[in-house]
């Protein structure tokens, strides 16, 4: 599939004019929870809907409320969409590929190894992956409460900080949006999930990394905990999702877009009204090199999350464990930084 990367991002589907124009069919697939799934082929041929932020900060009460209500949809429906007008400029954009980029200079990888593992404290992590199972060059900070990065290269930090900062506009207003949509007050989630002090972690990726891979896989088949991740990248092509009905979908996405996944734990809050979903990257042929950024917006580490009563009945018994966020990332033997999915060891069999 690499081949056919291009070096921009391209899709030839226009945005959608508004977010009530997102959805062209409903789907009502049923769960899939196979993670092993051995094919790497994917298809095209799947709309991922489009939302356009813009008009959740509508003056305009009507149109906000027909966003509301198809943001609802969206999330139920797909669990994952494009999110376009966002306010992340393109020279923010610009200036994080390029910082990345030249963090990941290949001459300079001594000087990264500072950043390896040391121990389950760390708030900066640097690994570098070559195997039949996983190949990429990362670089992991905490984005939010507290930033770190690297101070190096020059005006890296800065471009990072910059992003995250626009990141969290977009928390604070999804956040509200989706709690309207799930019939409640617009402070549902923040309350919830302490959203004001939530705890962000971004994984930056180089796929392949600084060497050749040794297999077709960059990133292996998984779901990520938290409310949601954003994903931006700078070249259109890898990253794969697993739609209701078991179909890998490509995600091919707009131009200047923001790549919207839910998170385990709405998931959980919502006792499965609303789901995260399996998804990977693949490098195959390693014809071009790509970033891409990956910001995880949870909870904060002290919120104790379980499915909320209003999800909860005779009809729908709660269907997973609650636990704090940061047992929960800590459930696999992990650490914070790490922020690795518990889902099925908190599912309830």
């Keep these: 599939m690499a081949e056919t990367m291009s070096p921009v991002l391209i899709n030839p589907r226009p945005f959608a004019s508004s977010i009530s124009t997102v959805i062209s069919t409903q789907h009502s697939f049923p769960r899939v929870q196979n993670l092993h799934v051995d094919t790497i082929l994917a298809v095209d041929d799947i709309e991922i809907p489009t939302v356009d932020f813009s008009v959740l900060l509508s003056d305009d009460l009507k149109k906000r409320s027909k966003a509301i209500e198809n943001i609802g949809n969206v999330c139920e429906e797909f669990g994952f969409f494009y999110l376009v007008n966002h306010g992340v400029s393109d020279e923010v954009l610009k200036s994080v590929f390029t910082g990345i980029s030249e963090f990941f200079n290949p001459v300079e990888i001594n000087d990264r190894k500072q950043y390896e593992k040391k121990n389950p404290t760390d708030r900066i992590r640097w690994g570098l992956q070559s195997s039949l199972g996983e190949n990429r060059e990362y670089l992991k900070v905490i984005a939010y409460p507290d930033y770190h990065c690297p101070t190096k290269p020059a005006g890296f930090s800065d471009a990072m900080e910059e992003y995250f900062k626009r990141l969290r506009v977009i ?179």
């Design 171 to 349: 928390v604070d207003r999804l956040g509200k949006a989706v709690s309207k949509a799930l019939g409640f007050e617009e402070c549902y989630l923040e309350k919830a999930f302490k959203l004001n002090s939530g705890f962000d972690m971004s994984a930056m990726n180089l796929y392949p990394p600084n060497f050749k891979s040794k297999g077709s896989i960059g990133v292996p088949n998984h779901t990520d905990p938290g409310f949601f991740v954003s994903l931006i990248q700078d070249v259109n092509s890898g990253l794969q999702i697993l739609s209701h009905k078991g179909d890998w979908i490509n995600v091919n996405m707009p131009s200047d877009a923001i790549f919207i996944n839910l998170g385990d734990h709405l998931e959980i809050l919502t006792n499965g009204k609303y789901k995260s979903h399996v998804h990977r990257v693949v490098v195959d042929n390693n014809k071009v090199k790509r970033i891409s950024v990956a910001t995880l917006h949870g909870p904060s580490l002290d919120s104790f999350v379980s499915p909320a009563p209003e999800f909860v009945d005779e009809s729908h018994p709660p269907m997973y464990r609650g636990m704090t966020y940061k047992q929960s990332l800590e459930a696999n033997g992990g650490d914070e930084i790490d922020v690795q999915s518990s889902l099925e060891q908190i599912r309830i069999k």
